[in-house]
């Protein structure tokens, strides 16, 4: 077990974990009556999913984000850009499922793309050892293998896998086509055990139960980042703890962008030696994550507002109501998105962002969106 939970400092936790707990609380009875909770929904997971690619020194361009999630590049997407994309696909998973599907057995074998823990009796999370599923695409070994079958079965594993990522999932591993002995050693290190590394992280998942929930959220997300779960996915980590604490109640309306809190925390503190630090700097990208929440929800309410003076008294054919409901689902619209939500022509999406009075965001010239002010 990475940590000893018996020596944490609680003197020194428990105001910042308090004080953390009732700004998230505070930021989800919020959103359990609010209008605009699914419009700011999905603009928290492209925040948080650009976020998480800024925490590993990439940077990715929201515009770009929401223009590849509309299947309207203006370029090729680059490396960043998919992951980005990638990181944008699991947090709707996970907000899309229950509260408890992410860290059950299922959850973690679609999002990690590799076998999840076989859970113990009761089935609770955290607890048994860890051992890889049987996919989908594994042909079942016997004396004569049948090649129709073998090539049925592979047809099934490519169906399989596009319906998840259609579903907003992420593809599992081919596993017969990459095997992990196999694996290029340019691109993984061939002795990262990411099974025996993930069933680490869930004995801690498992021992932490006894502690609050911001305080055992934090635990995890420290661990995550001891512990290197996965090589090329380190941001499932704080999704998985958001999952959790939306699993526990506490975040039960929305999934915490805990990249986004953590962005704002100092990477001194975040990477400081000190596991008492490092655990307080987590505390505090909670605290920091509900309030930017809390800020973008006032702001969006008071932009709903001020777009709904300029509907009243329009037709009922009018598109304007449709436009308002476009911007305050995504950061930001080109005219392509609005031509193809409204199916009006570019000339009349013009017209409406002028009326609606939106804010030109990129000042370029060839491309130009707008946002809510």
Same mark, same amino acid.
């Given at each position: ?14 105001? +910042?974990?308090?004080?953390a ?35 590993? $020194?990439?940077? *990715? ?12 590049? *203006? ?19 996970? &907000? ?9 057995r ?8 590799? $076998? ?6 009761? $089935?609770?999370?955290?607890?048994? @050892?860890?051992?890889p ?28 896998? @596009? ?13 017969? %086509?990459? +095997? ?5 050693a340019? *691109? ?7 099974? *025996? ?17 911001i ?22 980590? +704080?999704l ?16 915490? @962008? ?18 008492d ?5 987590? &505390? ?24 709904e ?14 436009? %308002? ?19 009006? @022509? ?24 707008? $946002?809510?002010?």
């Amino acid at each position: 077990m990475t940590y000893d939970i018996a020596k944490l400092p609680l003197e020194t936790l428990i105001g +910042p974990v308090a004080r953390a707990t009732e700004l998230l609380a505070r930021l989800d009875e919020r959103l359990f009556r609010s209008p605009i909770r699914e419009g700011w929904i999905e603009r928290q997971n492209f925040a948080d999913a650009t976020a998480a690619l800024w925490l590993e $020194g990439e940077l *990715v361009h929201l515009e770009d984000l929401v223009l590849h999630d509309a299947h309207m590049d *203006v370029r090729a997407p680059t490396h960043e850009l998919t992951r980005a994309h990638a990181v944008l696909r699991a947090r709707r998973q996970i &907000i899309s499922r229950a509260p408890d599907w992410a860290l059950s057995r299922e959850g973690l074998r679609q999002l990690t793309g590799r $076998g999840a823990a076989e859970p113990a009796e009761g $089935g609770r999370e955290g607890e048994g @050892s860890f051992v890889p599923a049987l996919g989908a695409d594994e042909p079942i070994d016997t004396d004569e293998p049948d090649p129709l079958a073998q090539e049925l079965a592979a047809i099934d594993a490519v169906l399989e896998r @596009s319906t998840k990522v259609l579903e907003g999932g992420t593809a599992a591993a081919r596993k017969e %086509a990459a +095997p992990k002995a196999d694996r290029p050693a340019l *691109v993984y290190d061939l002795d990262w055990d990411e099974d *025996v590394r993930l069933a680490e992280w869930q004995g801690v998942l498992g021992e932490t139960r006894q502690l609050p929930v911001i305080l055992r959220a934090a635990v995890l997300f420290d661990t995550w980042s001891s512990i290197d779960v996965l090589q090329h996915a380190s941001w499932l980590g +704080p999704l998985l703890v958001s999952a959790l604490l939306r699993q526990e109640g506490l975040a039960g309306c929305h999934l915490a @962008s805990l990249h986004l809190g953590a962005k704002n925390i100092p990477r001194e503190r975040r990477r400081a030696r000190n596991r008492d630090d490092r655990l307080l700097a987590c &505390i505090d990208a909670v605290q920091e994550a509900a309030l930017a929440g809390l800020k973008e929800h006032d702001r969006l309410v008071l932009a709903k507002s001020q777009m709904e003076r300029r509907l009243r008294e329009r037709r009922v054919s009018s598109k304007l109501p449709g436009l %308002a409901e476009l911007v305050m689902s995504r950061p930001l619209v080109s005219t392509g998105m609005i031509q193809d939500r409204l199916k009006v @022509s570019k000339q009349g999406a013009l017209n409406l962002v002028s009326e609606l009075g939106l804010r030109e965001m990129t000042g370029r010239g060839r491309f130009r969106a707008w $946002g809510v002010i």
